[in-house]
């Protein structure tokens, strides 16, 4: 079992990864693998609506974004965490969490969060513009006991945000305990449901 944390933040060791190093090592200790992939700092340019993904499975242009398609194809969940960049997420980010859930294989039925850092504000619209992208891609939210958000201009202002770290480490044991039962679930022979034909609403008058 494993979960991939993308870290969209382009400090590699910054509050946004001191955030999912709370989540990762919580998830660890409950015996899931994780992986934290910096993504804050590529050079990506934003989806071209060219559509050669739809038959290729993946970007017609070959960065990180297929790297991520492929690693959140193969994980088990997946943890996304942004810094606040004027009250929304990393336009970096942006970027390259558009082209990854438009090239996608399916990424349906896996647990994913979000999470948000930042030194004082923003963080609620951050974390509803990324929690989008799982709940249109049939994938299960998972929560905290508060919003999924930490404070902190860096990593080591972050460690004064006890409760932030709390949340973060109780979005792991949830993330874990989710997997788990998915796991188990299929084991027993209770597959998730299956995903209707697309049927997309045009209003012609």
């Not at 997997?179 to 022979?189: H, L, N, P, W, Y």
């Amino acid at each position: 079992m494993k979960v991939v944390l993308i870290n969209g933040s382009p400090h590699a060791n910054g509050t946004t990864f001191r955030a999912l190093s709370e989540v990762a090592d919580t998830l660890q200790l409950n015996g899931i693998e994780t992986e934290i992939i910096t993504v804050g700092n590529e050079e990506v340019s934003g989806c071209k609506a060219c559509c050669a993904c739809v038959k290729l499975g993946k970007c017609v242009k070959d960065d990180i974004v297929n790297v991520l398609v492929e690693k959140i194809q193969n994980a088990d969940g997946v943890v996304v965490g942004s810094p606040v960049y004027y009250a929304s997420i990393n336009g970096t980010l942006k970027a390259i969490l558009d082209r990854v859930f438009f090239a996608k294989k399916s990424f349906a039925h896996k647990p994913a969060a979000a999470v948000a850092v930042a030194r004082r504000a923003g963080t609620t619209a951050t974390l509803d513009i990324i929690n989008k992208y799982f709940m249109i891609n049939n994938m299960p939210v998972v929560s905290s006991t508060y919003w999924n958000m930490v404070f902190g201009s860096n990593g080591t202002q972050a460690e004064e945000d006890k409760e932030g770290l709390q949340t973060m480490r109780m979005l792991g044991q949830n993330m874990a305990w989710l997997i788990k039962c998915i796991k188990k679930a299929s084991e027993t022979g209770i597959e998730p449901p299956e995903i209707e034909q697309k049927i997309k609403t045009n209003f012609t008058k």
